[in-house]
């Protein structure tokens, strides 16, 4: 069992779906009490359920990472819902929008670095300044992409922001350290969600080939590490990226 969950309350963006589902799942069973944030209100809604049905606590809160008053709105409501401070943040909010560089448009280019860069400056502020006027230590943990290590053809916004991501994490982390609050991210390889079901098949030989382990990860290899960076286990882990992507881009 990880130390210094059970009892605190979390803010898990992209909770309806993949990661981010599997990573509120655990965090229930830690006993976390978890406010789970997501566009797709259908997908919050059964992840709601999972949680209820093992007798965790959790509170669904629908809307848009990229949008201040969304965020802002979530991370309040989640306080007050729950009596208390929230001072663990797990993003895993995402989309993807691929293009070769020649086709991709504006709003493609744009959607992405709404949601991921954005989204991932919005959720950080906010859950940062309510643990800084609680005098709350905490931890936050944001979701890169072995892509924005490596590139990927076809995905130029997204290796952009998701760069962009492992930079800010750790600017955050220098800034916030000296606050008890620290800041990492976690650099997916390849891991079985809806959103890696839409890679087309061709692709998805490649990067079979292109993985030592010769598969795609489950959402259930890479959850435990957003927990154990949430729990009291890391106390002393700021500003590092972790792949866990089976060896991909060694
Ligand atoms: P997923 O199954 O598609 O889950 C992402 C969730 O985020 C979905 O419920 C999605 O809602 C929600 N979302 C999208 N835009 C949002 C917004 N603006 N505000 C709030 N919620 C929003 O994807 P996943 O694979 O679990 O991805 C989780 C994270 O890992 C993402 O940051 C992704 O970029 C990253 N990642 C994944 C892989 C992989 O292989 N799976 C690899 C590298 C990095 P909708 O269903 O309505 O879109």
């Not at 800010?168 to 959103?195: D, H, Q, W, Y």
Request: with cysteine; hydrophobic share 40%.
């Amino acid at each position: 069992m990880l130390s210094g969950l059970s009892g605190k309350l979390a803010l898990v963006a992209g909770a309806g779906s993949g990661i981010g589902k599997t990573v509120a799942l655990k965090l229930a069973a830690h006993n976390c009490k978890v406010g789970l944030f997501d566009l797709n209100e259908e997908g919050l809604e059964k992840t709601k359920s999972e949680i209820c049905s093992t007798g965790g606590l959790c509170a669904s809160f629908v809307g848009d990472i990229s949008k201040r008053e969304h965020v802002q709105c979530a991370v309040d409501n989640a306080s007050s819902h729950f009596d208390t401070t929230p001072t663990i943040g797990i993003n895993c909010a995402g989309i993807t929008r691929d293009a070769m560089l020649l086709k991709m448009t504006d709003e493609q280019w744009d959607s992405i670095m709404s949601c991921h860069l954005t989204g991932t400056f919005l959720f950080t502020q906010i859950m940062a300044r309510q643990m800084v006027k609680a005098k709350a230590h905490g931890s936050i943990v944001n979701t890169g992409s072995i892509s924005g290590k490596i590139g990927n053809a076809g995905q130029a916004n997204y290796s952009a922001a998701k760069a962009g991501i492992i930079a800010f994490s750790k600017t955050t982390a220098r800034e916030l350290g000296p606050k008890g609050i620290r800041c990492n991210t976690i650099v997916p390889g390849f891991i079985s969600t809806p959103m890696a079901d839409a890679i087309p098949p061709h692709i998805k030989q490649m990067v079979l080939m292109m993985t030592p382990m010769g598969r795609f990860g489950e959402t259930a290899e890479i959850a435990d590490l957003y927990c154990f960076l949430a729990s009291e286990n890391s106390t002393f882990i700021t500003g590092v990226d972790i792949e866990v992507a089976g060896g991909l881009a060694m």
